[in-house]
């Protein structure tokens, strides 16, 4: 997902959920993104994700979690760049919808686990069908604040590997994970329909779903030499159909969990090109954010348009790492 366009806005300054759990944030806040600094001084496995430094102060936290899954996907297959992964995912699920099917990917029977009864819905972005439909995808939809096209075929590493294959597998690697923990996971897609859907339908299916949790997993396609992760969180706005006021504070928090998390699950530190060093970035103008009722964020896990940060989103290993780190900050924000 390319970052040429609108102003980012500032982080809102006030907090909006407990008090207690605030306070504990704060305090979890210079850890995760200092054990970043210090890893990134030190060196690590080789999987450093970018050339900035976390500042004191900054808005990531981690948090004491339960070990991964049992079910947790291991690497495998052979159809990615570097032949370490299938792009169907390595939990071997392959939904049988048809291709023009509407509905969301649903997960399997609901488990026990400490997240049971807890609906998480995964919005993989970019539908891999989507270069063949470019003038259905181009059509414009209301976002609240403005019209935008209704989806876009994302980007690609130079090699090629595209950002919808990406997502979906990082999406795969999530759910086998969550569902581990007792959660009920939707997709948005699961490359069963021709493109799409469309960004406000997305958004209607987390909202339907009345998800405690939504996350749009992206890659971005900005210039060379700018690496790193960022959570996209969204701004407050009450325009038109969009009303964002009520998720504004959950959805940070949400974003605050997965950024400390990702940091410590993959070593990579946050974007050096937005954010400031923290990880975060607040936006106005993405309807899949805009037009939902329920908490919800966008992880850019990387730039796919440096070599860098290319090498590692093409790695089945790193993926793992990644859609870890997001799931322990799910998990992490749903416990409390």
């Not at 003038?135 to 919808?164: L, P, W």
């Given at each position: 997902m390319s970052y040429t366009g609108p102003d980012f806005?500032?982080?809102?300054?006030?907090?909006?959920?407990?008090?207690p759990l605030t306070v504990a944030l704060a305090a979890l806040v210079p850890g995760a993104l200092l054990g970043w600094a210090v890893y990134a001084t030190v060196g690590g496995s080789g999987d450093d994700g970018g050339d900035a430094s976390a500042s004191a102060g900054t808005s990531a936290s981690a948090s004491s979690l339960p070990p991964s899954s049992p079910g947790t996907p291991s690497p495998g297959g052979s159809d990615e760049p570097d032949g370490s992964d299938g792009s169907d995912g390595s939990d071997g699920k392959k939904s049988s919808t048809s291709p023009g099917a509407t509905s969301p990917s649903a997960s399997a029977p609901v488990g026990t686990g400490p997240l049971r009864g807890k609906v998480v819905v995964i919005d993989p972005g970019h539908n891999p069908g989507n270069f063949r439909h470019t003038a259905e995808i181009n059509r414009q939809v209301d976002v609240g604040t403005h019209s935008k096209e209704c989806d876009t075929t994302g980007t690609s590493t130079d090699d090629g590997f595209s950002e919808a294959k990406f997502t979906l597998d990082v999406a795969h690697r999530m759910r086998a994970f969550l569902e581990g923990q007792g959660a009920t996971v939707k997709l948005t897609q699961d490359d069963d329909r021709p493109f799409g859907?469309?960004?406000?339908?997305?958004?209607?299916?987390?909202?339907?779903?009345?998800?405690?949790?939504?996350v749009s997993i992206h890659a971005d396609g900005s210039g060379t030499g700018n690496?790193?992760?960022?959570?996209?969180?969204?701004?407050?706005?009450d325009s038109g159909a969009a009303d964002t006021r009520a998720i504004v504070g959950p959805s940070r928090e949400l974003g605050e969990r997965i950024a400390g998390n990702f940091v410590r699950a993959t070593g990579n530190g946050p974007s050096n090109y937005v954010g400031g060093g923290t990880g975060l970035v607040t936006r106005k103008d993405l309807g899949g954010l805009n037009l939902s009722t329920v908490p919800?964020?966008?992880?850019?896990?990387?730039?796919?348009?440096?070599?860098?940060?290319?090498?590692?989103?093409?790695?089945?290993?790193?993926?793992?790492?990644?859609?870890?780190?997001?799931?322990?900050?799910?998990?992490?924000?749903?416990?409390?």
């Amino acid at each position: 997902m390319s970052y040429t366009g609108p102003d980012f806005d500032p982080p809102p300054s006030r907090r909006f959920r407990r008090g207690p759990l605030t306070v504990a944030l704060a305090a979890l806040v210079p850890g995760a993104l200092l054990g970043w600094a210090v890893y990134a001084t030190v060196g690590g496995s080789g999987d450093d994700g970018g050339d900035a430094s976390a500042s004191a102060g900054t808005s990531a936290s981690a948090s004491s979690l339960p070990p991964s899954s049992p079910g947790t996907p291991s690497p495998g297959g052979s159809d990615e760049p570097d032949g370490s992964d299938g792009s169907d995912g390595s939990d071997g699920k392959k939904s049988s919808t048809s291709p023009g099917a509407t509905s969301p990917s649903a997960s399997a029977p609901v488990g026990t686990g400490p997240l049971r009864g807890k609906v998480v819905v995964i919005d993989p972005g970019h539908n891999p069908g989507n270069f063949r439909h470019t003038a259905e995808i181009n059509r414009q939809v209301d976002v609240g604040t403005h019209s935008k096209e209704c989806d876009t075929t994302g980007t690609s590493t130079d090699d090629g590997f595209s950002e919808a294959k990406f997502t979906l597998d990082v999406a795969h690697r999530m759910r086998a994970f969550l569902e581990g923990q007792g959660a009920t996971v939707k997709l948005t897609q699961d490359d069963d329909r021709p493109f799409g859907p469309c960004i406000d339908e997305r958004a209607r299916i987390g909202n339907e779903a009345e998800a405690d949790a939504v996350v749009s997993i992206h890659a971005d396609g900005s210039g060379t030499g700018n690496r790193g992760f960022h959570v996209i969180l969204p701004g407050s706005v009450d325009s038109g159909a969009a009303d964002t006021r009520a998720i504004v504070g959950p959805s940070r928090e949400l974003g605050e969990r997965i950024a400390g998390n990702f940091v410590r699950a993959t070593g990579n530190g946050p974007s050096n090109y937005v954010g400031g060093g923290t990880g975060l970035v607040t936006r106005k103008d993405l309807g899949g954010l805009n037009l939902s009722t329920v908490p919800k964020v966008f992880v850019e896990c990387g730039n796919m348009r440096d070599s860098k940060d290319a090498a590692l989103l093409t790695s089945g290993a790193w993926r793992q790492k990644a859609a870890q780190g997001i799931s322990e900050g799910i998990v992490s924000f749903l416990r409390g």
